[in-house]
């Protein structure tokens, strides 16, 4: 259910949503809300336990949410997902095979989306998130 909330804008936050509001025939308003949602974006949709894996981030200090942007998935795993992956396109997967790739490709989603999400909820927090060269050099490839 919509509610309204009264919001005070820096002129700094307020002038260039104007000027895209008018640009893009919008209401200042719509944009607000747009922005907001592509900033945020729901977790309706999901399955409930990433859902709960999802939101308990929020509850995590900073550090922890750095943790969370330097998760991979294991290095063999990587190797198996790719292999998998490339035999499931020749049509040569068995029935295990092709149970194993989704797995696989569900825990390679869930890493994704937690460090999605920390970095929102970093960003969120006022602090820099890194770009992928910074994490890169952060991130020693997991065994």
Request: proline share 6%; aromatic share 2%.
């Amino acid at each position: 259910m919509p509610r309204t909330i009264t919001l005070t804008l820096p002129d700094d936050v307020l002038q260039p949503a104007q000027r895209v509001a008018q640009a893009t025939q919008q209401s200042i308003e719509e944009l607000l809300v747009t922005a907001l949602q592509a900033a945020l974006p729901t977790l309706k949709g999901l399955p409930p336990d990433v859902i709960q894996n999802l939101t308990a981030l929020e509850s995590l200090n900073d550090q922890a949410l750095w943790q969370v942007m330097l998760e991979t998935v294991l290095l063999d795993q990587q190797h198996r997902l790719h292999d998998l992956l490339a035999r499931n396109q020749e049509g040569t997967l068995s029935d295990s095979e092709r149970e194993q790739l989704a797995i696989l490709q569900q825990q390679a989603d869930l890493v994704m989306l937690r460090k999605a999400r920390a970095a929102v909820l970093l960003r969120f927090r006022g602090k820099r998130v890194p770009t992928l060269a910074e994490l890169s050099k952060l991130a020693a490839p997991r065994t």
